[in-house]
């Protein structure tokens, strides 16, 4: 059920890439970095090509709160949540829940008006100016809602001249592109460093 955005520029899979590694948590092979003696801990939920939208809250419900028991056991006693496509349906969920402190939603998919306003975590959503999953009017719903709940810190953030992927699928060459997505992540970890204590 993904869009044509979504498969119009697959990423080059690099097993090699990062100076992380990948272990098991909660039963899934992750790829995990950064300091182990860190007591935050932030999970990014990728996009993936060939799920469909009927399992994300499956997903959500029976394999994240396993991750996110399997980081906070070890030592972690604060947990955020980033979403990139069908990711952020995932973290949408995740962020209904107790399970984490903050969310943030890059070119989410398949979020609904009705998931917003049911998010009880401080949420960050950055969205693309070009993107059919997701488009200008449905984020500016979101804002909405979130702007009608006080009790819940949070922001939308529509980034002119993208599409949906951006974030993490896009053109290094492309100065521009380049720049909005280093800013988009820069967004996220300033809402991390903030919300994620």
Same mark, same amino acid.
């Given at each position: 059920m993904s869009g044509p955005q979504c498969c119009s520029n697959p990423p080059t899979l690099n097993s090699n890439a990062g100076a992380g590694?990948? +272990?098991q948590l909660g039963g899934l092979s992750s790829y995990v970095s950064g300091s182990p003696d860190s007591k935050r801990a932030v999970l990014l939920i990728s996009d993936v090509f060939g799920y469909e939208a009927p399992n994300l809250r499956k997903l959500a419900d029976?394999?994240?709160?396993?991750?996110?028991e399997a980081v906070k056991s070890k030592g972690a006693s604060a947990v955020g949540a980033a979403g990139f496509c069908w990711g952020a349906k995932v973290v949408v969920e995740l962020a209904k829940s107790e399970l984490i402190q903050s969310a943030v939603l890059l070119h989410p998919s398949f979020v609904t008006v009705e998931d917003i306003k049911g998010v009880k975590a401080p949420i960050a959503v950055l969205g693309a100016e070009i993107d059919n999953l997701s488009p200008p009017e449905l984020l500016k719903?979101? +804002? +909405?809602v979130l702007a009608a709940k006080? +009790?819940?810190d949070g922001y939308v953030k529509i980034f002119p001249k993208v599409s949906h992927g951006w974030t993490v699928r896009y053109n290094v060459e492309d100065e521009a592109v380049v720049k909005s997505a280093e800013e988009a992540h820069q967004n996220l970890l300033?809402?991390?460093d903030k919300c994620v204590k």
């Open positions: 590694h990948v +272990e029976k394999v994240a709160k396993s991750v996110i719903q979101f +804002e +909405e006080p +009790e819940v300033e809402w991390f």
